[in-house]
């Protein structure tokens, strides 16, 4: 009796059948499943396809109305909440108020009582100097004070926040290649790179000597990755090269440059190695 080859198993119904392996999943499928297969990943992109339009429409409606924005619909949010807080606070201060100044005036009216009574004694016995005047005056100055603010009362300044602070931070950074012309001094140009082709990483500026030439131009700056010097370009060159470059230049040295901090922290983590 001959004897059946053994056939792989389709990973969807588990039959030993003809199979065919999606490259995608590495999974095999019987050419039934395979149909299977390629819709359900049909479908995902439909589902892609989706997104992207939904997206478009995102993109269209902000740039017609930049409120829409998330970042913008962010600091509503945070003004929203932070003038609830204040309003919550003061009303609260508020309430705590008005409960004493039933009791303020009750006592200010009979301070004002006793008062009035001097004053009037004084009067009729017409026996005052400027002392006493004096002495009325406070009286009065007195009442007024603890009349606005009472004696058991206080207001004062707290240290800690009631609402938080934000910021938003826009990156310096240049995205695009800018030039930079230097003149080259006897002690050079006043800066040290690093990286290149040898380390797999591209050439970057790793320090600006203070006061030094590029220092004072005030231009180039540490992390700016070196494309070109003089016209030759040092993307993807060893390290000594582009060192040779700038050594052999004469006179005004043109530099590209491009700021890119993303490479910059790998190349930091890279010099901590
Ligand atoms: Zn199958
Ligand atoms: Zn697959």
């Given at each position: 009796m001959a004897?059946?080859?053994?056939?792989?198993?389709?990973?969807?119904?588990?039959?030993?059948?003809?199979?065919v392996r999606c490259e995608g999943c590495l999974k095999l499928?019987?050419?039934?499943?395979?149909?299977?297969?390629?819709?359900?990943?049909?479908?995902?992109?439909?589902?892609?396809?989706?997104?992207?339009?939904?997206?478009?429409?995102?993109?269209?409606?902000?740039?017609?109305?930049?409120?829409?924005r998330i970042l913008i619909k962010k600091i509503n949010k945070w003004e929203e909440d932070s003038i609830k807080t204040i309003h919550k606070a003061a009303h609260e201060y508020r309430q705590l108020l008005l409960q004493t100044t039933a009791e303020n005036i009750t006592e200010t009216e009979l301070n004002?009582?006793?008062?009035?009574?001097?004053?009037?004694?004084?009067?009729?016995?017409?026996?005052?100097?400027?002392?006493?005047?004096?002495?009325?005056?406070?009286?009065?100055?007195?009442?007024?004070?603890?009349?606005?603010?009472?004696?058991?009362?206080?207001?004062?300044e707290d240290s800690v926040a009631l609402i938080h602070r934000i910021s938003i931070v826009l990156s310096s950074g240049h995205t695009n290649p800018r030039v930079i012309e230097l003149r080259k001094a006897a002690e050079g140009l006043g800066f040290r790179?690093?990286?290149?082709?040898?380390?797999?990483?591209?050439?970057?500026?790793?320090?600006?000597?203070p006061y030094g030439v590029a220092w004072k131009h005030g231009e180039l700056?540490?992390?700016d990755q070196l494309l070109s010097v003089?016209?030759?370009?040092?993307?993807?060159?060893?390290?000594?090269?582009?060192?040779?470059?700038?050594?052999?230049a004469q006179d005004i040295v043109k530099l590209v440059v491009q700021y890119s901090p993303q490479d910059l922290n790998e190349m930091e983590n890279h010099f901590d190695q």
């Open positions: 004897t059946v080859p053994s056939k792989a198993r389709c990973s969807t119904c588990d039959k030993e059948k003809n199979t499928f019987c050419y039934n499943h395979l149909t299977d297969h390629r819709q359900e990943l049909s479908g995902e992109l439909n589902e892609i396809e989706i997104n992207r339009d939904l997206f478009r429409q995102t993109l269209t409606e902000q740039a017609h109305d930049p409120t829409k004002l009582a006793k008062l009035t009574d001097q004053l009037k004694q004084t009067r009729q016995e017409n026996d005052f100097n400027e002392i006493d005047l004096n002495h009325l005056k406070r009286m009065l100055t007195q009442l007024a004070k603890r009349l606005d603010m009472p004696p058991n009362l206080s207001m004062k790179i690093a990286g290149g082709r040898e380390e797999n990483s591209p050439i970057y500026i790793s320090h600006i000597i700056k540490k992390g003089n016209g030759v370009s040092v993307e993807n060159e060893y390290h000594e090269t582009a060192v040779c470059l700038v050594k052999q």
